[in-house]
């Protein structure tokens, strides 16, 4: 039995011809209007690999402009660039972000590739956080060092540092960091700290290192924004003629541009150049554009 029909109940028809299955809930009442009674059914349909293969190809026309403007700035083997895009394309249609970013680790191996783009946008943010770990690590207390250490990892520091001490019997990190800081001297005490905030400062990523998987999944996704954007652009100009207005729409967050925030709601019609650099070029932002209807 499949996932929806565990779930919801749902019938489960199979497909012989095409070896692919359908999910379809049953009808539901959901109202009437006016005497008619209204009635809902959910179809869920399971695509095989060679389906989704073929509906990539619908999908070309959009995603590639959009993976050639994005890629064109990536600085990487030429051959793996031009090879990746079969791939990722059947990723994209499948509708798997974990596909996606996988084939990226695939053709773009971690340390063989940079990404301008995200070296101005995500790393200037990423030296402000490691200054901030830095400034954290230096004041922390012995307890909030320890309280950053898993619990396996706090027993056998106190089983280290207090050999004569008596077993513990929690097993909760604050119970043993708390044991640990009232059996150790003063001495072991100014060690500890000094110790684990080296450690501390020794983990942290050094800032203007790209963080591989992070820069994957931008990547991923600043594709997607602008095969969509290309996409939805296309159904949007067949109505313009008779709905010319375009509503700017952003889900606005701390990464969201001050800019894009300030047109949130606002109004501007098919034609307005505003709409040439939507997506924007901040990599976390989703600005997109609504048919005011």
Not at 43 to 59: G, S
Not at 132 to 160: N, V
Request: aromatic fraction near 10%; charge should be neutral.
């Amino acid at each position: 039995m499949g996932l929806f029909s565990f779930l919801f109940g749902n019938k489960t028809i199979p497909n012989k011809e095409r070896g692919t299955a359908v999910f379809q809930s049953p009808e539901k009442k959901i109202g009437s209007v006016g005497g008619i009674t209204l009635t809902s059914s959910l179809v869920v349909k399971q695509f095989t690999e060679e389906e989704t293969r073929e509906n990539a190809k619908e999908n070309r026309w959009s995603y590639e402009p959009a993976y050639r403007q994005v890629m064109g700035t990536v600085e990487a083997d030429p051959k793996q660039i031009s090879a990746m895009f079969n791939e990722l394309l059947v990723a994209f249609t499948a509708g798997s972000p974990r596909r996606e970013y996988g084939v990226v680790k695939q053709f773009l191996p971690d340390g063989t590739w940079r990404w301008p783009a995200y070296d101005a946008f995500v790393l200037p943010d990423a030296e402000a956080y490691y200054q901030e770990c830095m400034d954290e690590i230096k004041t922390a207390s012995l307890f909030d060092l320890l309280m950053w250490h898993k619990a396996p990892e706090l027993r056998g520091l106190y089983t280290e540092m207090t050999a004569d001490n008596p077993k513990l019997t929690s097993r909760k990190k604050a119970d043993v960091s708390n044991a640990l800081i009232a059996a150790i001297t003063e001495n072991q005490h100014l060690a500890l700290v000094q110790r684990l905030r080296d450690k501390a400062i020794a983990e942290l990523e050094l800032p203007g290192t790209p963080d591989y998987k992070e820069m994957r999944e931008l990547l991923c996704r600043r594709i997607s924004s602008i095969a969509y954007e290309t996409h939805r652009r296309s159904q949007r100009m067949e109505l313009a003629n008779r709905y010319p207005m375009w509503e700017f729409f952003v889900i606005a967050n701390d990464s969201t541009p001050e800019e894009c925030i300030k047109r949130k709601g606002k109004r501007f019609r098919y034609d307005d150049l505003i709409w040439d650099n939507v997506p924007c070029s901040n990599l976390r932002c989703g600005c997109t554009a609504h048919t005011v209807f």
